[in-house]
């Protein structure tokens, strides 16, 4: 809300719930999880973004599979978690099935390693699919057209969202600093299992992360996919909108 009113100058955001995607991990005690579903129900909202999340310290419950998950009752309910998304997502799919729910892939992952987690994602009910972060540079491409054509030869006709990233570096006058770029990289590669080489040269050539967020919507756009992006200071996130605007008539330097 507070985005759209300071940055934007339009009126908040008003939440539609068949257009909305929530996310969900499996860091939650199967009762919680019921409670949660009923609340989706009453508020009409549809689609679920299941992953696995990271793991957290104070959620000392135990894991279970779905199947065990489902025969729990009352308080046995309340002393288990699922496993993973995989497990979270034959549950919800199980306890309500009317659902939209999508799952989390990483096409920058080893292949067959993440292919294989995919498929059974897949069979384990869920209907659409958000990538880890897709940029504009020829290298991530090359890797979304492995990934197409893995779905084609598997009939994998799921509706994708590609995510896009703030590759944020802070940025003085001089430029930015060796060790912080190094520490960001390290910090991206542990989350995403890839970074492309092309973060680096555009920083050597005076770009930002900004910049670099702008053009990668500028190319979904332009090839007519669905996108989100994350972005979590407001006023970088205006930045971006502000660039994208910009360079939508510099489609040459891209």
Known sequence: VSFTE??????????EPQRTIIHLTRNHNINWLRDFLDALA???FNNLLLITGDP??????????AEDALQRKDSAADEVRLKNSVELLKFIHAEAPGLNLGAAH?????????????????????????TQPVSYYDEC??????????CRENQLNLPVILGV?????????????????????KFWKKLFGFVPAGVREDYDRGLNGIEIL????NKLIRMRYFH?????????GWSVLQNHQRLTHELDRI
């Open 42 to 44: 009453k508020h009409n």
């Open 106 to 130: 990483n096409p920058f992952m080893k292949r067959e390693v993440a292919q294989k987690h995919l498929m059974r994602k897949v069979e384990a009910g869920a209907q659409f699919l958000v």
């Open 141 to 150: 491409w090359t890797v979304m057209a492995e990934f197409d054509q893995f």
């Open 214 to 217: 702008a053009r990668s919507i």
């Open 6 to 15: 300071k940055w934007l100058g339009l009126p908040p955001v008003v939440w």
């Open 228 to 236: 989100f992006d994350i972005m979590n200071a407001e006023k970088n």
């Open 56 to 65: 957290l310290k104070e959620v000392r419950l135990k894991m279970v599979l």
């Open 165 to 185: 990233f703030n590759y944020a570096v802070p940025v003085g006058k001089d430029g930015y600093k060796e060790e912080a770029f190094a520490k960001r990289y």
